[in-house]
């Protein structure tokens, strides 16, 4: 068994390891990990550049240990076994980013909406200190989906966002930020609206994880 | 490389599936160092690891003793002081989940029973 965590086996080699595994010779799992833990993990980093490393870890080892106790699993007649367990590490990756992007979207919302009932509508703020709190878990929450929104986005939009953050209200303040207080006021609102349109659907899709790894 | 594994071999304490669980729980309750564990195995340190990664033989199957030489023989580990030491850590991961075998042993146990009759059928995959 070629064991250098830099190549991979050869065909027969696989075949006989994957063989082990189902006749549950105990050492087999122990040759699976040394085999193809360090493949797996560099393939997955490489090809999921915005995912943390450990995450990457985290689903290259639970491919192994799929496989580990559940041999049966792989067909050697359509794939080789690191073609599988490539795929296989892929699918648990991103299923783990889909939870904790699910895990992401529930806290922007819950901040959110915590933010906008902890003001009233003339966007005076009723208790200080919650607020300044509400805020801060809204930013901490935001955190994880803001390089997303912010991508490709003008100064002008930028501040808006900004102010949406902070929980603006007032459209003389957007359209101070967007440069457009020279305009009517109908005109304004039509400009800060759309503006803010799509600065929401901009966070929408992050929080949701629509823009998911390769 | 050898992080990832030992990393991996970590994470599998929880897991009675591996060799890792009934070797901790038995590290653990003799308050043994990574030292002292490799000496009571009579083996080096850096096959701890390996042997770690192993899948844990059932205790109560005609196979344990089988599967315990193999290992024991594939990473230089004294066989008896192994058999020993996965048997009472096998015990106290029984007792500290209540006395029965929790679900993910009987699992894993029950595919083993499917794969050796399919062996004694003479199947491969």
Known sequence: ?214 | MQNHLENMARRLEADPFFLACPLGLYQKSEGLSEEALAARLQCSREALMPVRLCRAPACEEESFHDDIERIAARFSVNADALAEAVRQGQALFHMASGGKRSATLLAARDGDSERVADQRKGESP
């Open chain 1, 1 to 214: 068994m070629n064991e250098s965590p830099g190549s991979l086996p050869s065909r027969d080699d696989e075949l006989a390891l994957h063989r082990r595994l189902f006749k549950g010779d105990p050492t087999a799992p122990s040759d699976l990990a040394a085999t193809y833990l360090g493949h797996l993990i560099g393939w997955l980093t490489s090809r999921n550049r915005r995912c943390d490393e450990h995450s990457c870890i985290t689903a290259a080892e639970d491919a192994l240990l799929s496989l580990a106790k559940q041999p049966q699993t792989y067909d050697p007649t359509r794939q080789s076994l690191a073609a599988y367990l490539r795929m296989s590490a892929q699918g648990d990756l991103r299923n783990a980013l889909r939870s904790e992007q699910r895990h992401h979207q529930n806290r922007v919302a819950e901040s959110v909406e915590q933010l906008t009932l902890a003001r009233n509508k003339d966007g005076r703020d009723d208790h200080p200190a919650r607020i300044l709190e509400i805020e801060e878990e809204t930013a901490k929450a935001m955190g994880h989906v803001l390089p997303g929104v912010c991508e490709g986005l003008s100064e002008p939009e930028r501040r808006v966002l900004d102010l949406i953050l902070t929980g603006q209200r007032k459209t003389a303040v957007f359209a101070e930020a967007l440069g457009i207080s020279h305009l009517p006021v109908h005109d304004q609102r039509a400009d800060v609206k759309r503006v803010k349109d799509k600065l929401k659907k901009r966070i929408e899709r992050e929080a949701s994880g629509d823009a998911e790894p390769s």
